[in-house]
């Protein structure tokens, strides 16, 4: 039959509505910051608020995501062939969406795509959770069915779905008669068809390429507008209903649609230019913390590279014991426990759950807290280093790079560390792949990963061989997610401190499994302290998880534990050769990533840049601190939405309202620090403010 235009512009109307629900769906869970009684609650929560709240971001996700479909639709020229494409792709980004959500409460952020476009796509595969193959399934099954439906709708479309160069005899079926009557109308009329075929033809590959840039560079457009206040494009989309909730970025999704909340953080903004920042500012900073060096520096007796340190981010490892709700029959980690209690160490709030590596490793090495950044950066390694042109870092004050030497027992492109370990001044960066390929590489059991006790060996003889002191930069891989019951004679259980609210099977072999991991690196770690006792050089261990892992679905569905789930176990410590093992910080027991290298030197004596001065009186007065990725934390209601989350040294949560004006006055200078390093004009860099 022949199909008419109208029928085509009513299914692309149709067919787009259908992809942006079935993206929505993808971030639309029970489990969330928003309680839904099912996917479809959330999916129809976008439709009933255009009629109770008069709030139309679905209709902004439909123009913009139709954008999207026309700009396919002419690319391919074939209706029938666009639309499967796209429906197969929306399918596969909603179910990645409802894997990446229910692991790691994040949704896919613009910096993922840096794992396909650096061949890391591969590595991707981890985070699906266990017992998803039905699921996996399902879709699969469904993506084949769409084809199939497309490809009959296609057969019995006369024009097969064409959109520009279709012409009426084409239906017809009858070529012999058109041939004869071409021939019978003479050379003239012939030629005159075949000039009109051409300028159709010429006309419509025109107007293809037309309808496919003017929706790109709108859509593009969009993106670099729609984070920047007082743009045209800003205005219209919070007019349409788009209320940007960045520091939840599952909870943005759900509120503004997955395609704007995607595409609201594809070009971030770095920060906000504080009012008063401008070169006279900057030198009075420098000037400022200065004199509290020079204060400092007047009780402190070395240098930091008058000893060896060691940074280990030991992946997802925390305590399972404190997550509530949970309880095992064993103690997971006994000598991560007695360390603490010997030394300076405590807990440390993470930015992330599930996920966030790379931000905690950034804090920990640049002294820069990412909750003075946009909400829209989510991911410095792969935002804001590449492009900078000025990045310190702690290893830097070791001097020459041959002192700087980092170990990552994986992939060396994940999160672009070989290229931001170039920029950060390491001269060696030792992984699974060439050049460096790191020296042991052992796994234990069915674990797909190198265990930590082969990390530590290969740090070990690293050092061992190096009589100067250095400063190491560890990034272990053995506990990272999944979990499936890799371990043999593996007799940890875990169950719930509630029989009303047990553990389903899944979320049970997967603390198990994880609570044995945990236990191997704390008993790793200890033979590693050992190891660096035995050295004839003083050598300072930083050690810290960087996250709890995502497989506690029980606890994280209870938004009042949100403090207990961004909070992980650190310590550090000396060996004897630095005549300062046993040292305890007194304001130790809470920290954050960003004022690691102000505690080394307090742990190492060591005199102190401006920068680090600074660390040192604002970790005085503020324990710790992370994005706010939460609003609820432990029923304590007073901080306001959007405000990052502030510890005091008891571990309880500040209100910025609450600051003393001491306070408040660090935590401008620290936006002032932060904003000339990593987005203004670097003047603390001639300064030498940073070292």
């Known amino acids: 039959m022949h199909i008419p235009?109208?029928?085509?512009?009513?299914?692309?109307?149709?067919?787009?509505?259908m992809m942006t629900l079935i993206l929505q769906q993808g971030v639309s869970q029970n489990d969330t910051r928003v309680k839904l009684a099912s996917p479809l609650t959330g999916v129809w929560g976008m439709i009933s608020k255009m009629w109770e709240k008069g709030n139309f971001v679905l209709v902004l996700n439909l123009l913009l995501l139709g954008l999207i479909y026309l700009a396919v639709i002419m690319a391919f020229n074939r209706f029938w062939i666009a639309t499967p494409v796209m429906f197969v792709l929306i399918m596969l980004i909603s179910v990645i969406e409802h894997f990446k959500v229910s692991v790691r409460y994040e949704t896919i952020l613009p910096s993922d795509l840096s794992f396909v476009s650096n061949g890391d796509a591969g590595s991707l595969m981890s985070f699906i959770p266990s017992g998803s193959?039905?699921?996996?399934?399902?879709?699969?099954?469904?993506?084949?069915?769409v084809v199939v439906l497309f490809v009959a709708l296609s057969h019995f479309d006369a024009r097969h779905g064409k959109v520009f160069g279709f012409h009426r005899h084409e239906a017809n079926g009858n070529d012999d008669d058109s041939s004869e009557r071409a021939v019978k109308s003479g050379v003239e009329n012939n030629n005159k068809e075949s000039d009109s075929n051409t300028r159709s033809k010429s006309l419509g590959a025109a107007l293809r390429i037309v309808f496919i840039l003017i929706p790109l560079l709108l859509v593009t457009g969009f993106s670099y507008q729609v984070g920047q206040v007082n743009t045209f494009t800003n205005s219209f989309a919070k007019t349409m209903g788009y209320i940007p909730s960045m520091w939840d970025s599952v909870y943005d999704a759900q509120r503004n649609g997955p395609l704007v909340s995607f595409l609201g953080q594809a070009h971030p903004k770095v920060m906000d230019q504080p009012s008063d920042y401008n070169e006279a500012t900057m030198k009075q900073i420098a000037k400022r913390y200065n004199t509290e060096a020079v204060k400092i520096n007047k009780t402190r007796t070395s240098k930091m590279n008058d000893s060896s340190v060691v940074f280990i981010l030991s992946e997802s490892y925390s305590d399972p014991s404190r997550v509530p709700g949970i309880k095992l029959n064993h103690d997971p980690i006994p000598n991560t426990r007695e360390i603490k209690q010997h030394t300076t160490g405590g807990y440390m709030l993470s930015?992330?759950?599930?996920?966030?590596?790379?931000?905690?490793e950034y804090m920990s090495l640049t002294g820069m807290s990412m909750a003075?950044?946009?909400?829209?950066?989510?991911?410095?390694?792969?935002?804001?280093?590449?492009?900078?042109?000025?990045?310190?870092?702690i290893n830097q004050l070791w001097g020459s790079k041959e002192h700087s030497v980092a170990f990552h027992p994986y992939e060396p492109s994940m999160y672009l560390r070989a290229n931001n370990y170039k920029k950060f001044g390491f001269s060696h960066f030792y992984s699974l792949e060439p050049p460096e390929v790191i020296a042991h590489r052992q796994k234990i059991d069915s674990s797909p990963y190198v265990s930590d006790a082969s990390a530590y060996q290969s740090v070990y003889e690293s050092m061992k061989k190096n009589s100067q002191n250095e400063f190491v930069q560890l990034a272990t891989m053995q506990n990272h997610m999944p979990y499936h019951n890799w371990y043999k004679d593996n007799d940890f259980k875990a169950e719930s401190t509630d029989p009303s609210q047990p553990l389903d099977a899944d979320e049970n072999e997967s603390i198990n499994t994880y609570a044995k991991g945990a236990n191997i690196t704390d008993e790793a770690t200890a033979k590693f302290l050992e190891q660096m006792d035995s050295l004839n050089k003083p050598v300072t261990v930083v050690f810290y998880?960087?996250?709890?892992?995502?497989?506690y679905k029980t606890a994280s569905a209870d938004q009042k534990n949100s403090l207990a789930l961004h909070t992980t176990d650190y310590f550090i410590w000396s060996n004897k050769a630095s005549g300062r093992q046993g040292y305890k910080s007194p304001d130790g027991e809470y920290s954050s990533p960003n004022f690691f290298m102000a505690q080394t030197a307090e742990q190492t004596n060591s005199k102190v840049t401006p920068f680090l001065a600074f660390l040192t009186q604002l970790h005085g007065k503020v324990s710790?601190?992370?994005?706010?990725?939460?609003?609820?934390?432990?029923g304590w209601s007073r901080i306001p939405e959007g405000q990052p989350i502030y510890l005091?040294?008891?571990?309880?949560?500040m209100a910025e309202s609450d600051f003393d004006k001491e306070t408040k006055q660090l935590m401008h200078d620290y936006k002032l620090i932060q904003y000339d390093v990593t987005a203004g004009k670097g003047y603390l860099k001639d300064a030498k403010f940073m070292g």
């Open 133 to 145: 193959g039905g699921l996996i399934a399902s879709v699969v099954v469904a993506m084949v069915l």
């Open 624 to 634: 710790a601190m992370e994005p706010p990725v939460v609003n609820q934390i432990q």
């Open 545 to 551: 998880g960087d996250h709890l892992p995502g497989i």
């Open 372 to 393: 003075n950044f946009d909400p829209s950066l989510t991911s410095p390694y792969q935002q804001l280093i590449p492009g900078e042109k000025w990045t310190p870092t």
């Open 648 to 653: 005091d040294p008891k571990g309880q949560p």
């Open 5 to 17: 235009g109208w029928v085509y512009v009513l299914l692309f109307i149709v067919f787009d509505i």
């Open 351 to 360: 930015s992330g759950y599930g996920g966030g590596t790379a931000n905690l």
